[in-house]
């Protein structure tokens, strides 16, 4: 059984959201509701068997900063799958600092909110993450889809840069994109990045989480910036 957290000062807010959670997952999921971080930080200290497993939370209220708070959580907690809720896009720079699962904007639309907490459950499922496999004269690499930072090609060379380091092989970018999963896109005609690395997104480049930077190109930025927004749950107006 999953246990979700909901976290949010709004009383209609909570109730919508553990009546829809309820009915779609029934006794598949526990769910706990909080008015605020701070009345969930109480209770998560007092009894930690209370953590949940995914919080869906907002971006900011009037009190409290979610983006800060979530990070505290990630801290004291471990691995806990952040969900946030927005009102607007004002603050969507800034929530990667945490490696949110899902952005979902308010008024929350129900199917999103399943995909949501879907996609949430599903990596917390899944036992074995994705590799993918490289192949040179000299070596065999197998390495971890998600610990890829982002791939860049020069030449027909390719720099696979992980997290722990980087990997020179020779292949075309376009044979390893085939075997990467959907959360990798293409925003450059020589770069590939993941997008649960991504810290800012913008015509002038990305900006991963650990400093780095990764151009992006003209003629690929409209394409590049709707899969973003898709990976994050939400399509451009």
């Given at each position: 059984m999953k246990r979700i957290a909901l976290c949010d000062s709004s009383?209609?807010?909570?109730?919508?959201?553990?009546?829809?959670l309820s009915?779609?997952?029934k006794k598949?999921?526990?769910?706990?509701?909080?008015?605020?971080?701070?009345?969930?930080?109480r209770a998560w200290q007092r009894d930690e068997r209370k953590k949940a497993d995914i919080i869906l939370m907002d971006v900011i209220t009037e009190e409290e900063n979610g983006i800060a708070a979530a990070r505290q959580l990630q801290e004291l907690f471990g691995d806990i799958k952040i969900i946030f809720t927005a009102s607007t896009m004002e603050y969507v720079e800034d929530i990667f600092e945490v490696n949110p699962v899902f952005l979902?904007?308010?008024?929350?639309?129900?199917?999103?909110?399943y995909e949501a907490v879907d996609r949430a459950m599903n990596q917390i499922?899944?036992?074995?993450?994705?590799?993918?496999?490289?192949?040179s004269k000299s070596f065999i690499a197998r390495v971890r889809a998600e610990d890829i930072a982002y791939v860049e090609s020069e030449r027909r060379v390719l720099t696979v840069?992980?997290?722990e380091e980087d990997i020179r092989v020779n292949m075309k970018l376009s044979d390893l994109e085939e075997h990467l999963p959907e959360y990798f896109v293409r925003v450059h005609q020589s770069y590939l990045v993941?997008?649960?690395?991504?810290?800012?997104?913008s015509a002038k480049g990305v900006e991963l989480l650990d400093g780095r930077s990764v151009p992006v190109s003209r003629p690929r930025y409209a394409k590049a910036k709707e899969c973003f927004l898709q990976f994050l749950g939400e399509h451009e107006e």
């Open positions: 009383k209609e807010v909570l109730v919508e959201l553990q009546t829809l009915h779609q997952y598949g999921v526990q769910i706990s509701t909080y008015p605020s971080v701070k009345e969930l930080l979902l904007i308010k008024p929350i639309r129900q199917e999103k909110l499922d899944t036992k074995e993450a994705q590799t993918v496999t490289l192949i840069h992980s997290l993941n997008m649960y690395q991504i810290k800012l997104f």
